[in-house]
């Protein structure tokens, strides 16, 4: 069975300079805000170019929280941040169905993993099927 050659494409194939400009304009105007840590906003802007994922580790006050934040509100995105505890329910992240008594039907109640940005702090203290409900939700 033959396969397909790969397409070459050289560097001048594609103009990328629109979006070299956009996530200049974005990074500097998160950087007001977030001071000293350039190398991890390119990291966490490229992730959210590419629907990836970071893990943000480091001690209490060192600004996670609010530069998730700051990027959300600098791209115009929903953010939601979801503290893990032991009595977290998975429905509690992926959102349940509620009976609504004027439409007569039931209502999907949508969970923080709906926002375009999410935090979740601690998850290692959450209940096994709880951590499960978002990896699950995250390789969706």
Same mark, same amino acid.
């Given at each position: 069975m033959e396969t397909p050659e790969k397409a070459q494409y050289r560097e001048d194939d594609f103009d990328v300079t629109p979006i070299r400009e956009i996530a200049q304009d974005v990074? /500097?105007?998160? /950087?007001?805000?977030?001071?000293?840590? &350039?190398?991890?906003?390119q990291h966490l802007f490229i992730a959210l170019l590419v629907n990836g994922h970071v893990l943000l580790e &480091?001690? $209490? &006050?060192? &600004?996670? +929280?609010?530069?998730a934040k700051t990027f959300a509100n600098t791209l115009g995105i929903?953010?939601?941040?979801?503290?893990? +505890?032991?009595?977290?329910? $998975?429905?509690d992240i992926t959102g349940t169905k509620i009976? /609504?008594?004027e439409e007569g039907t039931f209502v999907l109640q949508k969970g923080p993993?709906?926002?375009?940005l999410i935090l979740a702090d601690e998850i290692n203290r959450a209940a096994p099927k709880t951590q499960a409900a978002l990896l699950e939700a995250m390789a969706e």
């Open positions: 990074l /500097s105007e998160v /950087s007001r805000v977030i001071v000293g840590y &350039g190398e991890i906003l &480091g001690v $209490p &006050g060192l &600004g996670k +929280t609010v530069m929903s953010f939601k941040r979801i503290q893990f +505890t032991p009595d977290l329910l $998975p429905a009976f /609504s008594q993993v709906f926002a375009n």
